[in-house]
């Protein structure tokens, strides 16, 4: 992680980086690498067949087993419970088995493997294959918190990728064409997706199976200030009433709602703190009381804050969704 250390003070600045008014900030660069892997099914009778070595974490079945062979050193057992059988399931700890020299037939499951190699965002990545339907791109989201608002700020995210040839190599011709963006799903800048198209055919068509340990980076400049600042909102329905959700609001503008998991009714404001305080989906860890000119209001970090309303005021409002 890349840390810059900035004290400020409004008159005094050294070399241009330090400035001294007493207070600390620090501006942090989020680093996330990993390998992206995407075959499709495979079939083989051999590790050269595999491309000399099992991928880790794909999801094998032993189609056709042959007496002397022996993957129990690689196998996390799925079904039925045994190992060096046919019709075993197992998910592949290790490359090479203890013995793979007698032919028996393995089948690969070909989903979407993701080999994190360096996380310093704070949060794990959630990747899916075309979760809208369609073919050909692999989306990414927060696994805490899934498509959020700003998650990846547009101005503040650099994705970068690479062509690599796919499992069968350069002898299918060009390697995949493979490029990143950033999208607003549900709400601004909340997913991030890699398209995937295979250039071997006239102009390219999107197409699944071609990742083979394929190199994605992403950095974030991250706002690491979370001095804790007070946000107000509003109560909009009567009390009682059930399936509550916020909705935020940045200067006078909607950007989310944040929907609860407990949709029990509340029948006072006590009830309601009680449940915003521990739904589950309330992964921020914000502090929800009575107060502020709306009647409601929260703690957040400063930084969360800045990630919904960088500039101006946010506020929120409490709906039900009956």
Do not use: H
Not at 26 to 45: C, D, E, W
Not at 109 to 122: A, F, K, R, Y
Not at 157 to 183: H, N, Q, R
Not at 275 to 287: A, H, P, R
């Amino acid at each position: 992680m890349a840390t810059k250390y900035i004290i400020n003070s409004g008159t005094q600045s050294i070399n241009g980086s330090l400035e001294i008014n007493g207070t600390l900030k620090i501006n942090s660069t989020g680093v996330y690498r990993a390998l992206l892997t995407q075959t499709g099914q495979i079939v083989g009778n051999n590790l050269v067949d595999f491309n000399y070595g099992l991928i880790v974490g794909e999801t094998y079945t032993i189609t056709s087993y042959v007496d002397g062979d022996d993957f129990s050193n690689i196998a996390d057992i799925q079904s039925p419970g045994t190992i060096n059988a046919t019709g075993s399931v197992f998910i592949a700890t290790g490359q090479i088995p203890a013995n793979y020299s007698n032919s028996s037939e393995l089948t690969s499951g070909g989903e979407l493997i993701v080999d994190v190699l360096e996380n310093t965002l704070g949060y794990d990545l959630d990747w899916q294959q075309n979760p809208l339907g369609g073919t050909g791109y692999y989306a990414a989201v927060n696994s805490l918190t899934g498509p959020v608002y700003n998650c990846f700020p547009r101005d503040k995210t650099e994705i970068i990728t690479k062509f690599k040839y796919s499992f069968l190599g350069a002898e299918v011709g060009l390697p995949p064409f493979i490029t990143p963006i950033i999208i607003s799903f549900d709400s601004k800048d909340d997913i991030i997706i890699i398209n995937v198209v295979d250039v071997n055919d006239g102009p390219g068509f999107p197409s699944d199976d071609l990742l083979y340990y394929t190199p994605v980076e992403i950095k974030i400049n991250q706002d690491t200030d979370t001095t804790p600042i007070e946000i107000y909102g509003e109560v909009i329905p009567s009390f009682p009433f059930s399936d509550a959700y916020i909705s935020l609001i940045a200067n006078g503008n909607y950007i989310q709602n944040v929907y609860c998991d407990n949709t029990s009714s509340v029948n006072n404001m006590t009830e309601l703190l009680t449940l915003l305080n521990n739904d589950i989906n309330n992964v921020y860890g914000l502090v929800y009381s009575e107060g502020g000119p709306g009647g409601i209001k929260l703690v957040a970090p400063t930084n969360i804050k800045n990630q919904f309303c960088s500039d101006g005021t946010l506020t929120f409002e409490i709906y039900s969704n009956d």
